[in-house]
């Protein structure tokens, strides 16, 4: 990549000044650990039948090295946490943790929060041990299952970096989806299906370029109705075209699982990461392109000067509209690759309305993830392990039944929590949909 | 203001009152419309054409028979689309056999389907007029459908007041579900897009996980459906049986009444309006704007949550509770409001274009194989075009192509 040679005229990223919490928020945030903290103690520590043991398997059948199942003595486990979590809240309201130490707290008490509750959730009945990191298991599937998540979202931040409002994220994945499962079909190539997937997902992109950048149409409302567009395009041609002949038009092949040397052979990471299609390596380098692309080339620094601030953008001379009509287009591609990984990569056919949402859990991942690709990514794998757990809970016997569709609210609740600004405060970019009326 | 001075709480649809139209002489918005109207059953005759099974045939002897091509194209478009003006308007079909009542039979389902997207056009349309853009009619609805629906099947209540207590609990239901959103934006600033999206699913999470619960889940059924409305609580015909237009349709039209009362004749409405047009200037003139978009997004629910007891009171799924209760409507009933340009008795007309559409879709498909998806291509192809009028100027060469619409200006996230 290529060095910053405009690094005297480098706009920096919106970064908080230090301030020290206020005392309120001191310790209305100490007060939820504490709370946190205690019910963690009673509910999965004292709410665990004492003497049972959790077991997670590490290794996946057919690894290379096995590890021994891990053992967590689940009751003592989520008494410790409890413990620690409450004394941190008490630490929160006494002396203060720095911002950068609260977030480690954060992290730390959501970790393992999780962690006991999965320890308490398996001392029910289930003998076997919880695969953790096999592709069918918890871990495994958080990957796959966020790997949609990921490309959406790093669509939205691709778009709304550059100062538009891509709300259609669903409409473009649903129509990635459906010209994957077509032309992946068709060509009987796993490949041109990812192709057509992403270039259908720029059509729909290109349209909301057009109204949203020429036309000045209101961004949001664009979005909806687009998403519609889709619903409605890919729910007709499936009737007219595919459903009658699925065997010729909706019949992709199954993706052959790609292990790469050396690394898929790591004890735990390696059959988690690099034991996957070539879809998730792909994403991999999507993720690490679009952050350097973002943060450390000149192309990104013109998007984010022109998402936060258009008119001084173009007064150095940068192209407003021509930046955002690109990057709208890479979201757009971005997004109909996340559609192709329903159908190309999950090997599956395309049925109606297949996206069910998940574009707008990737809109939520970049919101939560306040509007950087890091931020997205991390907000996405949060989502998709929220939906593993969702499916994993529900085939282990838990000692008291997880009703699993409150579990799949918690996307949408934390979503909502972050732009109310009761974990921090979220802030889009300046300019994110406004349109831009100079040249 | 934005820091770069531009003025961004303009709402989506601006409001054309006579003071607004500019002196120069500007295309008349309704012709804007029918033009959309035309491009966008163009192009849902080209996709018909496109995907029609003997055209393609044809199409492969093109060079010899070309003519053979476009009488087959003609012969599937034309199909689909009489069906489906013979599904929402009139039927020379059954016209005239038997009883006369059926003769009404597509106007019926015609206005039984225009019921709760009025209702949800006008939820939409109110937000918009305060300058909120309420994409959470679905989850209101589904709120509303959820609440008015457990009193409808679970107490028993003598007749006419089964029926209204279910349609109060359901409106606040809705109404409760639009206020969080609202509370929050005033609280917090959080943008109602947002949080209104996320409600939708939180929404339709509540109400998948009611529908497992033994308080809501039909007795002997391994199904996520709920028992069926008791009669009592049930919207009654306006029409014999099996004509389906009900009460709801009176209730929708009182709405209509009450909304353009509130929003012309009130001194609450001026404030929304005064917010919706500008809330730096209504903040100065001395409203309280949080309690404004409040205010504003409990009536919207209660709108939407009103249209959920049309759905669940009215028959339309069966009187019985299911995760398909919304049906659409949510985002329907939003391109209701854009069509209606957030007016009330608009909104009423484009309700009712919609719901002919959606009455003769059904029609469609079962006579032509045509799938009623196409009703949602046109609908969408519709509200993109009048949404952006300078689009539809410059294909048809239009007066004023070179005005870049910009009173349509958008707000953004911070907005």
């Given amino acids: 990549m290529s060095v910053d040679t405009t690094g005297s005229l480098e706009i920096a990223t919106p970064e908080i000044v230090e301030v020290p919490a206020s005392r309120r928020a001191r310790i209305v945030s100490g007060s939820v650990l504490i709370v946190v903290g205690v019910l963690c103690a009673v509910a999965f520590g004292l709410g665990s039948k004492a003497g049972h043991d959790a077991r997670f398997r590490l290794s996946p059948p057919g690894a290379k090295y096995t590890m021994p199942n891990l053992v967590v003595p689940a009751r003592i486990f989520a008494l410790v946490v409890g413990i620690a979590i409450a004394a941190a809240g008490f630490w929160r309201i006494k002396k203060d943790f720095s911002n950068r130490a609260m977030k480690w707290v954060i992290a730390l008490t959501i970790l393992f929060v999780v962690s006991s509750f999965l320890c308490w959730s398996l001392t029910g009945k289930s003998a076997t041990p919880l695969d953790l990191f096999g592709s069918g298991g918890l871990l495994g599937q958080t990957i796959f299952l966020a790997v949609p998540l990921i490309l959406g979202a790093l669509a939205g931040v691709m778009c709304e970096r550059s100062g538009v409002i891509n709300v259609a994220i669903e409409g473009q994945m649903l129509v990635g989806a459906f010209a994957g499962a077509m032309f992946g079909t068709i060509s009987k190539n796993a490949a041109v299906g990812t192709i057509a997937g992403m270039l259908a997902g720029a059509v729909i992109a290109a349209v909301l370029a057009v109204f949203a950048i020429k036309y000045v149409v209101n961004q949001v409302v664009l979005g909806v109705v687009l998403n519609l567009l889709a619903l409605g395009l890919t729910g007709f041609l499936y009737d007219a075209v595919m459903a009658p002949n699925s065997n010729s038009y909706n019949n992709v092949g199954t993706l052959s699982v790609l292990k790469i040397p050396l690394l898929g052979n790591i004890p735990i990471i390696g059959p988690l990461l690099f034991d996957q299609t070539i879809i998730v390596y792909l994403t991999y380098v999507l993720i690490f392109a679009v952050d350097i692309l973002l943060f450390r080339t ?105 009703p ?22 979220v802030r889009a970019p300046a300019a994110d949909g406004e349109p831009y009326e100079g040249r | 203001m934005s820091a770069d001075g531009t003025v961004k709480d303009e709402i989506a649809v601006p409001p054309r009152g006579p003071g607004r139209r500019k002196s120069r002489s500007e295309t008349h918005p309704l012709v804007v419309i029918g033009l959309s109207f035309v491009t966008a059953i163009v192009v849902g005759g080209l996709l018909i054409a496109v995907t029609n099974q003997p055209t393609r045939n044809a199409a492969r002897h093109f060079s010899s028979s070309p003519g053979k091509v476009f009488s087959s194209a003609w012969h599937a478009v034309s199909a689909a689309y009489i069906a489906l003006f013979e599904g929402g308007v009139f039927d020379p079909h059954t016209f005239g056999h038997g009883n006369v009542w059926h003769d009404f039979s597509p106007l019926s389902e015609t206005l039984y389907n225009a019921t709760p997207l009025i209702l949800v056009g006008l939820c939409v349309g109110l937000a918009f007029r305060t300058g909120l853009f309420n994409i959470g009619a679905q989850g209101q609805l589904i ?60 929404a339709l999470d509540l109400l998948n996980y009611a529908l497992k619960t033994t308080a809501f889940r039909r007795p002997g ?49 001026f404030t929304l309006r005064a917010v919706g047009a500008s809330p730096t200037a209504a903040r100065t003139a001395g409203m ?27 028959g339309g799924t069966n009187y019985a509770l299911t995760n398909a209760v919304d049906a659409g409507l949510g985002f329907d009933g939003i391109t209701v409001a854009l069509l209606g340009r957030a007016k009330p008795w608009p909104t009423v007309w484009a309700g009712l274009l919609f719901g002919a559409l959606r009455a003769g879709s059904a029609t469609m498909q079962s006579r032509t194989g045509t799938s009623i998806d196409l009703v949602t291509i046109v609908q969408s192809l519709v509200v993109l075009f009048i949404a952006a009028p300078a689009f539809v100027r410059a294909v048809f060469r239009l007066r004023n192509a070179s005005d870049s619409g910009a009173a349509a200006l958008a707000k953004g996230w911070n907005g």
């Fill in chain 2, 221 to 269: 059924s391994n199904q996520a459906i709920s028992p069926i409305v008791h009669g009592t609580a049930r919207l009654g015909k306006l029409l014999p049986s099996p004509l389906r237009v009900n009460l709801g349709l009176l209730i929708a039209v009182a709405a209509t009444v009450g909304v353009a009362w509130l929003l012309t004749r009130s001194r609450l409405g």
């Fill in chain 1, 404 to 425: 699993s569709d409150l579990l799949g609210m918690l996307p949408y609740l934390a979503t909502i929590f972050a732009v109310a600004g009761l974990v921090g405060r």
């Fill in chain 1, 298 to 402: 000149r192309w990104g620094l013109r998007t984010r000067a022109v998402g936060e601030h258009p008119k001084a953008a173009d007064t150095v001379g940068i192209n407003v509209r021509r930046t955002r009509y690109i990057n709208v287009l890479i979201g757009g591609m971005l997004a109909g690759l996340a559609g192709a990984t329903l159908t190309v990569g999950d090997s599956s056919g395309f049925v109606k309305n297949m996206t069910g949402g998940r574009g707008f859990i990737a809109l939520a991942a970049v919101i939560f993830g306040r509007w950087s690709p890091r931020g997205a990514v991390g907000a996405a794998l949060l989502f998709g392990f929220a939906t593993s757990l969702q499916t994993v809970l529900s085939f282990i016997g838990t000692p008291v039944q997880i």
């Fill in chain 2, 143 to 202: 709120l509303g459908a959820t609440a008015a629906g457990y009193v409808g099947f679970t107490w028993h209540l003598p007749p006419v007041i089964h029926l209204v207590v279910a349609l109060i609990v359901g409106v606040v239901a809705g109404a409760v579900w639009g206020g969080i959103a609202g509370y929050l934006k005033a609280r917090s600033g959080a943008h109602e897009v947002i949080t209104t999206i996320m409600m939708n699913y939180v």
């Fill in chain 2, 288 to 314: 309280n704007v949080g309690r404004t978009y409040v205010t504003s997004m409990v009536i919207a629910g209660g709108l939407a949550g009103l249209a959920g007891c049309s759905q669940i009171l009215g």
